[in-house]
């Protein structure tokens, strides 16, 4: 929607900017189109917006701040319940940057960035911060939990870096009394490792997907990506598909 010479950055912070006229006359359009439709969950308003955040070392240089984009989601939940007041609405954010509330304190202070690890109660003001108005926390875990992976790490009490697990992120939710959607989703960390057989990719994906029903995050979108990325054995058989099927009605089962 970023209109003309304007950025991102006018798109978010400036509700006059002609990319947020655009961008509104989007919204009333696909709304009014198909919020009629039983298809139609949620609304999810990005993609990993949450991402760029706070990414320079001062007020001037940073594309926007938490606070920016919490208030850009803000205005777009205002928008749509004009539109449709029956369904939820998510942000469509990535996984937290472990460093989020560090980075957002430093920007504020307009000094240096702080990559220093949150601990978990700056985690939940900092996602309090972003989903003030939303209904939904919104994650895109890729491994979480089972995997080194660098962007699910947090501080404990006593400053060691610990792993992020998919319970803590449902606890979090609920301690801000939101529903939590796994948005993109699946096993992998390393497309590109020599392990990558069709039959360790396929052991690996189903031990992330039991994972994700022992979590008890009751919706997650599985990410499928192309054969030649993932082993064309796969699709040749369906077994990924099978296999996320399978773990679909197991969790209809359980919940």
């Known amino acids: 929607w970023v209109a003309g010479n304007e950025t991102a950055i006018e798109l978010v912070v400036n509700p006059e900017s002609a990319s947020r006229y655009d961008m509104y006359n989007f919204l009333d359009e696909f709304i009014k189109r198909f919020k009629e439709r039983d298809t139609v969950l949620m609304w999810e308003l990005c993609d990993g917006a949450n991402l760029n955040v706070d990414c320079g070392a001062t007020t001037e240089t940073v594309t926007y701040s938490l606070l920016q984009l919490g208030q850009f989601y803000s205005d777009c939940v205002q928008r749509i319940q004009a539109l449709d007041p029956s369904r939820l609405i998510s942000g469509g954010d990535g996984m937290l940057r472990p460093a989020q509330w560090h980075l957002f304190s430093a920007v504020m202070q307009g000094v240096s960035e702080d990559w220093s690890y949150d601990s978990a109660q700056e985690r939940l ?9 939303l209904d939904v926390i919104s994650v895109h875990a890729f491994g979480v939990g089972i995997t080194t992976n660098a962007e699910s790490y947090y501080s404990d009490e006593e400053g060691n870096k610990v792993q992020l697990t998919l319970l803590q992120i449902l606890n979090e939710a609920k301690q801000m009394g939101k529903v939590l959607y796994n948005g993109a989703t699946n096993g992998m960390v390393d497309y590109t490792v020599s392990e990558n057989s069709a039959e360790n990719l ?14 008890g995050i009751q919706l997650s979108h599985w990410q499928l990506n192309n054969g030649e990325t993932m082993g064309t054995a796969f699709f040749e058989e369906n077994a990924l598909s099978a296999a996320v099927a399978n773990a679909n009605g197991r969790l209809k089962q359980r919940y």
């Open 202 to 215: 396929l052991n690996r994906q189903n031990k992330y997907l039991d994972f994700l029903i022992e979590s």
């Open 125 to 133: 003001k900092a996602i309090a911060l972003l989903t003030e108005r």
